[in-house]
Each structure stands twice: as C-alpha cells, then as structure tokens.
C-alpha cells in the first residue's frame, strides 16, 4: 500500500479551484501549495528552522545538483536528504532534466537517456530513466519525478519528437521506480500546443500515477500562452490526483493557475529576487535599495507578521543591502518566502469560503506585475545563462 495519498476537500462553487490535503510520511500537506526550493539541499540564505517559522510545508531538491555534489550515495549513506538537511516536513525532487537539457552545448540526447558534462568541472554523466530512479530513491524525497526531457515551448516538431521520447522515459520510471514510501509523479509536457498536451496528458493518465506535473511553461511563452495551455491541460488531468504546475512562482501566476485548478508550485523567483533586494507586497515589488525609502520607517509589507516586518524598517533594509551585509540576504529571503507562505494561505481560506473568485479580482487589481517586457529580456538571459 502507498504511503502517499490525495484527497480533495474544497471546490470553489464559480471556478476549477480547489483545497485539497497531500498525506505524505512526512505529515500532511494542504494545497494549493508553494514549495521554496532548495536546490542543493538548501534553501538560499535560510535554514529549517526560518522555513519552519514563515509556515513552509513542502521544499524541493534538484536530482541533478544533489548527484554531482555531494552525491546520491553520500546522502543515502548520511540517512537520505531529510536527515542530511536537518528537515523533517515533506520533501519533493525534481528529475534534473530541465537542468540537463538547459546545458544545450555540454549534452548529447539519445532515445535511452542523455549524456552531458557537469557545469562543475566538465566531467562526463549519464542519465537514464533507471538511474534518475535509482537516485532520487537514494536520496528519499516524499514525491520524486519522473526524467522528461523540456524543450522550447515554440517549436511544434521537436515537442512532436520530445513528447514520444517523453512518455518513453515515463514508462521506463514506472517500472524502475520501488519506493512504497515516495509518492513518483507523471510530467505532461507538448509546449503550447493543444494537441500535444492533450495527448501527452491522455498517455501518462492511462500510467496511473499518484500525480501529474505540467512541465514545459514559464520557459519562454508569454503569460497568455501560459495561461491558454493550462486551460487545455488541465481538464485533461484527473480531478483527483494533485496537478503541479513547474517553475513558477510569481504571485500573479500562482493565482491565475490556482483559478484553473492548479495545487502545487514551485520556484526560485522569490528567493532569488529577494536576494537582489526585490521584496514582495500586496501592492508589487519593493525594490529595497531605492532612495524613495531611505527614511521610511515602516514595515516592508503592513501587517506581515514575518521576523523582518516585525522587527526591523525599510530604510534599514535598504541600508544593508546597499551595505552589502550578509544579513539582508537572510532577512529578504524569509520576508519573500513568508509572503508566499501568507499568499497561499489566503487562497486556501478564500476557496474554503467559496470566495476566491472575489479573492483573485481583489489581488490581481491592487497588486502590479513589473514591467513584462523587461521580466521577458531577464528571463531569456537567465535561460541563455545555463547553456
């Protein structure tokens, strides 16, 4: 019998979203959920004990940064990644395939798996649908994922040739995959078009797995595009299984894919424009380091009740950032991972009270996206970093 196990509670009565709760052997989870990730084992500029603090419930771990150091085995040998960690709520891994095939140059992709050079020192790896497995269950994630293989979202003939190699690995994972204790989730990909996501979707349904990941997005589509593949994709999940949605996590997003029926989400975004000194409110981003809060002696977000709001102003913010003190990039980060936190929560409790329709209206009015046009040009630097 599974250890892993899913259960809708709440629907709300004008929209796909819902709350649900995830029972994993680390504790329950209630969703919809963000997951601060934590990519070689920790997340950036905070320990346990501050995720423990802002109400973090899930964190994540990337197969691929966690096998190239300090490796599966040493973590396996050290009690697996919670004890490694020293975290005790529920844990989930990613494959490590967005990362290798963000190599571009530095890997070579075959039907059976992918080779590639790690961006540590230019030693030669391999992955296989087997050995991701072999990995991710060494290191003892609550859900782990299967390999899939992200490719741009635009090109409809390599998501064509993708998707069948894809679904391919999926199977390979199913079989190689033992753990009764981890939770393995399906990954539907296809890029922006319909008919490949509906098809992929339709294929890895039939596999039967404890949840699906919608992977393939926020790499490069417009917000549009993002939001008219999840309108296909995810009535094509099944409504009793978790559905989690890759690699995003800004606050707009998160309440447009929760409107669809979206539970789980996960992201760098607010550890790492935390650590740039972006700080996030209800009314947008708060870039910290302008001199417009030189002076200002309130909170960075009214009524937060995190440890930086409650305890220090904006203009000592600005002040050690603009100092370059190691203690703003801590301070940020748990104001930036307690807003998501609070975020979630409130969407939860609008859902419960059949309100999220309203919630969503109210939230996407007051609070400003930043400028997309120069998000889109950051986020293509990012993407042409890793290659």
């Known amino acids: 019998?599974?250890?892993?196990?899913?259960?809708?509670?709440?629907?709300?009565?004008?929209?796909?979203?819902?709350?649900?709760?995830?029972?994993?052997?680390?504790?329950?989870?209630?969703?919809?959920?963000?997951?601060?990730?934590?990519?070689?084992?920790?997340?950036?500029?905070?320990?346990?004990?501050?995720?423990?603090?802002?109400?973090?419930?899930?964190?994540?771990?990337?197969?691929?940064h966690l096998y190239l150091r300090p490796g599966h085995e040493v973590v396996e040998r050290l009690g697996g990644l919670h004890s490694f960690m020293g975290w005790?709520?529920?844990?989930?891994?990613?494959?490590?395939?967005?990362q290798v095939f963000s190599l571009a140059h530095q890997r070579k992709l075959d039907d059976d798996g992918v080779t590639f050079r790690s961006h540590i020192d230019g030693s030669l790896h391999r992955f296989t649908p087997e050995r991701v497995m072999e990995i991710e269950q060494a290191?003892?994630?609550?859900?782990?994922?299967?390999?899939?293989?992200?490719?741009?979202?635009?090109?409809?003939?390599?998501?064509?040739q993708a998707l069948a190699r894809t679904h391919r690995w999926a199977e390979r994972c199913k079989v190689a995959h033992h753990r009764a204790d981890q939770a393995l989730f399906g990954i539907v990909q296809g890029g922006i078009f319909p008919d490949l996501r509906a098809a992929s979707a339709h294929f890895l349904t039939a596999l039967d797995f404890p949840g699906y990941a919608i992977g393939g997005l926020a790499v490069g589509e417009t917000k549009e595009e993002m939001y008219q593949t999840l309108d296909v994709t995810?009535?094509?999940?099944?409504?009793?299984?978790?559905?989690?949605?890759?690699?995003?996590?800004?606050?707009?997003?998160?309440?447009?894919?929760?409107?669809?029926?979206?539970?789980?989400?996960d992201c760098v975004l607010p550890t790492r424009i935390a650590r740039n000194g972006a700080l996030f409110t209800l009314d947008g981003r708060l870039n910290i380091r302008?001199?417009?809060?030189?002076?200002?002696?309130r909170s960075v977000?009214?009524?937060?009740?995190?440890?930086?709001?409650?305890?220090?102003?904006?203009?000592?913010?600005?002040?050690?950032?603009?100092?370059?003190?190691i203690s703003a990039l801590r301070l940020g980060t748990i104001h930036n991972v307690?807003?998501?936190?609070?975020?979630?929560?409130?969407?939860?409790?609008?859902?419960?009270?059949?309100?999220?329709?309203?919630?969503?209206?109210?939230?996407?009015e007051r609070f400003q996206i930043s400028n997309q046009k120069v998000r889109h040009e950051q986020r293509q630097r990012f993407l042409e970093r890793r290659t």
């Open 1 to 64: 019998m599974s250890a892993f196990s899913f259960q809708v509670q709440d629907r709300d009565p004008n929209t796909d979203a819902r709350t649900g709760v995830m029972n994993t052997v680390h504790g329950p989870v209630r969703t919809p959920v963000f997951m601060p990730v934590g990519t070689v084992g920790s997340v950036k500029a905070i320990g346990p004990d501050d995720l423990e603090a802002v109400g973090a419930q899930v964190i994540l771990g990337n197969t691929y």
């Open 88 to 98: 005790n709520g529920p844990m989930l891994t990613d494959s490590g395939g967005f």
């Open 139 to 160: 290191l003892g994630p609550d859900i782990a994922m299967v390999l899939d293989e992200c490719p741009d979202p635009l090109d409809y003939a390599y998501n064509q």
């Open 234 to 265: 995810c009535p094509q999940v099944p409504v009793d299984k978790p559905r989690y949605l890759m690699g995003v996590g800004a606050p707009e997003d998160i309440v447009e894919a929760v409107f669809r029926g979206i539970d789980l989400f």
């Open 290 to 297: 302008n001199a417009i809060v030189a002076e200002d002696t």
């Open 301 to 325: 977000q009214e009524d937060c009740t995190c440890y930086t709001c409650r305890t220090f102003t904006r203009a000592y913010l600005r002040h050690l950032y603009r100092a370059g003190e």
């Open 338 to 364: 307690h807003f998501m936190m609070s975020l979630m929560a409130q969407i939860r409790d609008a859902i419960s009270k059949g309100g999220f329709t309203d919630f969503r209206l109210r939230f996407l």
